[in-house]
């Protein structure tokens, strides 16, 4: 279990070899641990991604009072140095009093450790340094930069059941970054919503596309039914350091007449289109224009006092106002 376990992590974190060297100049080994380090190729590599890893979540440095602005009914988890810092501190003190340079110890003491920030199982909610672990990375190949889904969950299971009585809010932030040292370039906490309900699920997929963009889409299901036509995309351009959104598109289905309209605002071109697809047999009528079975019908304005939006102040509830205000 526990070498799966390395293996799983060697691959989520992209170490080319079990035999890299550890974070720390091995020829100044001391202490029983980074000895017992240098000696073994696998706690060498494991050492190795606790410091990359390390680094990663350090760089971001957000407290409650950062995201205090993101939402009025959660209180958002602190995402801070220090914190991570004292805790990581704490940790290797213990791992030193306890294991005595014994390997085995020493290897299920960082399985442990990396975890608690991967979430490749579920810690208590006792731990002292649960919070944050990362559900999803994207490696921007093209330009250099990583992009993670950061996920504050303390159910203990995934079946939380519609009107679950033990259901704890699920956070998310979604976090850019620099692939080469990790520094954070831009963040985001509304992009994914806070789920509060224990009836709503939420589906999600990032990509990267050809031309320097990143893509995000979002699906809902209800526990207590399913699927939906509904969803949700946005794309953004990526210039070095500066993310720019691209586009915004969402579906909405009308299941009572079996209607689908798509509304799209267009950054780049200063475009709102709404495109409506009947797919009933019956005769729609939109915005004063009907639409047989099986056809289209596509509304076009151009907007150019549409703003140039940053990663970090887009979210749903802004494109729903831009919307309307459009119109």
Not at 240 to 251: F, M, R, T, W
Request: charged share 25%.
């Amino acid at each position: 279990m526990i070498r799966q376990l390395f293996i799983c992590l060697m691959l989520v974190m992209g170490v080319p070899s079990i035999a890299a060297a550890a974070s720390f100049d091995c020829n100044k080994a001391t202490t029983e641990t980074e000895i017992a380090i240098c000696s073994d190729p696998e706690l060498s590599a494991l050492d190795e991604l606790m410091s990359s890893l390390y680094q990663l979540k350090y760089s971001i440095n957000l407290s409650s009072e950062d995201l205090s602005f993101e939402t009025d009914t959660f209180d958002f988890p602190a995402f801070e140095r220090t914190a991570l810092r004292d805790n990581q501190f704490r940790w290797i003190e213990e791992v030193q009093t306890n294991c005595f340079g014994l390997s085995a110890c020493l290897t299920e003491a960082y399985l442990t450790r990396l975890g608690d920030f991967y979430g490749l199982y579920k810690p208590s909610r006792a731990s002292q340094d649960f919070g944050w672990t990362i559900e999803r990375r994207l490696v921007l190949s093209e330009i250099g930069q990583t992009v993670i889904v950061w996920v504050h969950n303390t159910n203990e299971t995934e079946d939380y059941g519609c009107f679950s009585e033990t259901y704890h809010p699920i956070s998310y932030i979604i976090t850019v970054h620099r692939t080469s040292d990790w520094r954070l370039i831009d963040y985001n906490a509304s992009l994914l919503p806070h789920m509060d309900d224990s009836c709503l699920m939420l589906e999600y997929d990032l990509s990267e596309l050809g031309d320097h963009s990143l893509e995000l889409n979002t699906s809902f299901m209800r526990s207590a039914g399913g699927w939906g036509a509904g969803g949700e995309n946005f794309t953004f351009k990526i210039n070095e350091d500066e993310i720019i959104l691209k586009k915004y598109s969402k579906l909405y289905y009308a299941r009572n007449v079996h209607l689908f309209e798509t509304t799209v605002l267009d950054f780049e071109n200063k475009l709102l289109k709404i495109e409506y697809d009947n797919g009933s047999e019956e005769v729609q009528t939109v915005r004063g224009k009907n639409i047989d079975p099986g056809e289209n019908f596509e509304h076009v304005l151009h907007v150019d006092n549409l703003p140039e939006l940053s990663f970090n102040h887009t979210n749903i509830s802004l494109m729903y106002d831009l919307i309307e205000r459009v119109e």
